[in-house]
């Protein structure tokens, strides 16, 4: 059984910049794909960033549209943690961030992934 737990969140004003951290355990984190979602309030679960390391090492990634060039999402497979950088913020980034993981290749679709963290809000002030 995975457990995930975010940190990092936060309130933030725009343009400001925050780091939050996703530290997996109960599972082989480094075989799995990691996901960074969010949702605000009376909105949908959407999409914002995804990894996976492929069996020969090669990083794969991808962010939504609203985030590129903003945001990064990393992992540091020997520390079993997940980071999604956010850079630039918007007043638009506002809401409950949460990480993900799911066995195989990158989807976007939040019911696509198994194990989900209690998630972290992040409140970005105009």
């Known amino acids: 059984q995975a457990q995930l737990t975010e940190s990092g969140g936060g309130l933030v004003q725009a343009g400001g910049s925050l780091r939050l951290s996703c530290a997996a355990s109960?599972?082989?984190?480094?075989?799995?794909?990691m996901g960074w979602f969010r949702q605000a309030p009376g909105k949908e679960r959407e999409f914002v960033a995804a990894?996976?390391?492929?069996?020969?090492?090669?990083?794969?990634?991808d962010y939504a549209d609203s985030v590129k060039g903003r945001f990064t999402i990393s992992r540091d497979n020997a520390q079993n943690t997940g980071y999604l950088q956010m850079n630039s913020l918007k007043p638009e980034d506002t809401a409950v961030y949460y990480c993900?993981?799911?066995?195989?290749?990158?989807?976007?679709?939040?019911?696509?992934?198994?194990?989900w963290g209690q998630g972290t809000q992040v409140t970005v002030s105009s």
């Open positions: 990894i996976r390391r492929s069996q020969t090492g090669v990083y794969y990634t």
């Open positions: 109960g599972r082989t984190f480094s075989s799995y794909t």
């Open positions: 993900a993981s799911r066995l195989g290749d990158i989807k976007t679709m939040p019911f696509e992934y198994d194990y």
